[in-house]
């Protein structure tokens, strides 16, 4: 006797859809991965995509999205999620919203669908009867509409593509976006009319609705005769015969948002003619638009924020360029003294530098460390190293360069930024004068024994008035100085430990060179990057043979 025939299971699917290219893939394992990582069953080459992004799990019936710890996000209809059950039709997004997506269908399922399925499966049932003809037509603006938006990335096309098609398909006689801003302020986004003009002011419209809206972060669509129209004294007074007014929710609710419901904006249209009346069909287009919109929205500002952040890198890597032309120093060629000096910034640009300047009968060097980090610090390093030179090849003494340049710093910034700073002028004959103001010890090596050299001032922009005040050391022939910044001494190992002063003067050794100095140095840290810039320079006295 035959047996029954056995049917073949139905499996459920995923439509891939990566730019306009769309792909099936039937989910007939328990468990399905999907990333960037080749070996993942579903292939999702993008930056925004973990390599172990999520992976799909079916369970008896049912299947679930699970989000596999990613960087960006997993995203199921608009809205971030770790862990949940599919519906046929739900739209799955990773790491970002309104670019290539998953659509999962399960066909065992009767009658299953998400809400944009049933919508569209409605304006198709509409569409074949005889007293709705319009329906098909309403569904290819939706598309035609859908398509514009998903093709731009610039907030104002967005924008302005949302306005447009709402207006076609509502035939409303304008339309406006706003976009909340971080202090709960509307701001006009875009604005047109049915002519297609350019709306730069929203004169005229129900401002009542548009709180209403704003606060409730619901929808607001009515037309003349409507409960709840002729109460409105804007909206009786602008003699209005429909309005709409749907917030554009966040995926992610944030604190910022208007009303602290999670809006990015609001949609408004208005009529002020007969023919503006909604049908019902075009209110649930434009709510579908709209949520997309939202999205889109949203991914403008991504998108546009980091445009800014790559063109606030590339000010950066100039603005680098600028700072290491300037610290590249021409060491001088003296017949009493041998320089060397050596700068690692901690940022892209920072607050450290040195200069040798070659005077008529000395040599001069600086080292300085401003404090705080990137641009600031480095905008007053670079205002401070211009300044030292032009002073000091005037022949102006060592306390008074400060002095004019602590008063110029504290006047300009009151306290906000100072600078820790070490000047020397070297002479001929050993004789070694230099002010310390507020800046790490500089080492003195001398018959084998190493010193700090005292002298102690307030730093440079701290306080004024202040005296500021210099001393004097006769140095023999050999000995060398170490000016260094506190960047040195605390980088630090994968421990959070100092390197400090014993290493330091351990690594310099009895040849005091910089490059023992900063082998050792990178040797401790590792792979530990460094929390402030470190700069180093030696100068040695010493008479050469002619």
Do not use: W
Not at 267 to 272: A, N, Q, T
Not at 288 to 313: D, G
């Amino acid at each position: 006797m035959a047996g029954a025939p056995v049917e073949k299971p139905v499996e459920a699917e995923l439509l891939i859809v990566i730019g306009d290219t769309q792909t099936y893939y039937a989910l007939t394992r328990p468990v399905v991965t999907i990333g960037r990582r080749p070996d993942r069953d579903v292939v999702i080459a993008e930056p925004h995509v973990s390599r172990n992004h999520a992976q799909i799990e079916r369970r008896g019936a049912e299947y679930f999205i699970v989000d596999m710890g990613s960087s960006h996000g997993t995203f199921v209809n608009g809205q971030a999620t770790q862990h949940r059950s599919l519906r046929s039709g739900d739209r799955i997004e990773l790491g970002t919203i309104g670019g290539s997506y998953l659509v999962f269908h399960d066909p065992s399922v009767p009658g299953g669908g998400s809400d944009s399925h049933d919508m569209l499966s409605k304006i198709m049932s509409q569409g074949t009867s005889s007293d709705r003809p319009g329906a098909l037509n309403l569904l290819s603006l939706f598309i035609e509409g859908a398509r514009a938006l998903n093709t731009s990335t610039v907030l104002s096309e967005v924008l302005a593509n949302l306005v447009e098609v709402s207006l076609r398909l509502t035939k409303a006689e304008r339309g406006f976006v706003f976009l909340c801003k971080e202090n709960g302020r509307l701001e006009l986004g875009a604005g047109r009319s049915e002519r297609g003009e350019d709306l730069v002011e929203a004169k005229g419209i129900s401002q009542s609705v548009l709180q209403d809206v704003i606060d409730s972060s619901s929808e607001f669509v009515m037309s003349m005769g409507d409960p709840g129209m002729t109460g409105r004294e804007s909206i009786v007074e602008q003699q209005l015969r429909s309005v709409v007014c749907i917030p554009l929710r966040r995926s992610q609710f944030r604190e910022s948002g208007c009303g602290g419901h999670g809006a990015i904006g609001v949609l408004y249209l208005d009529s002020r003619i007969e023919k503006g009346k909604l049908p019902d069909v075009s209110q649930e287009l434009i709510r579908a638009i709209a949520r997309e919109a939202a999205a889109l929205v949203e991914n403008a500002y991504l998108v546009k924020a980091e445009q800014e952040a790559l063109a606030y890198q590339r000010e950066l890597a100039i603005a680098s360029t600028i700072q290491q032309s300037m610290m590249e120093v021409k060491i001088p060629s003296l017949a009493f003294a041998e320089v060397e000096a050596r700068n690692i910034s901690c940022k892209e640009v920072g607050g450290d530098f040195y200069d040798v300047t070659r005077l008529e009968d000395c040599v001069a060097v600086v080292v300085a460390d401003v404090s705080g980090k990137g641009v600031s610090a480095a905008l007053l390093a670079s205002v401070l190293q211009g300044a030292i030179d032009p002073q000091l090849r005037q022949g102006l003494p060592l306390h008074q360069i400060v002095e004019g340049m602590n008063l110029y710093v504290y006047n300009k910034i009151v306290g906000r930024k100072y600078a820790t700073l070490l000047m020397m002028k070297l002479y001929d004959n050993g004789e070694l004068e230099y002010i310390n103001c507020g800046h790490v010890k500089p080492l003195l090596y001398s018959d084998g024994v190493i010193r700090c050299l005292d002298n102690e001032n307030f730093p440079v922009g701290l306080l004024s008035p202040v005296t500021f005040t210099s001393a004097r050391v006769q140095l023999r022939d050999g000995d060398r100085l170490l000016l260094f910044t506190d960047g040195v001494v605390e980088a630090e190992d994968r421990d959070g430990e100092f390197f400090g002063n014993e290493r330091l003067e351990a690594a310099l050794g009895s040849e005091f060179s910089l490059g023992m100095l900063f082998a050792s140095l990178d040797a401790y840290r590792g792979e530990t990057p460094l929390s402030d810039d470190c700069t180093a320079l030696i100068l040695r006295y010493g008479k050469r043979a002619n």
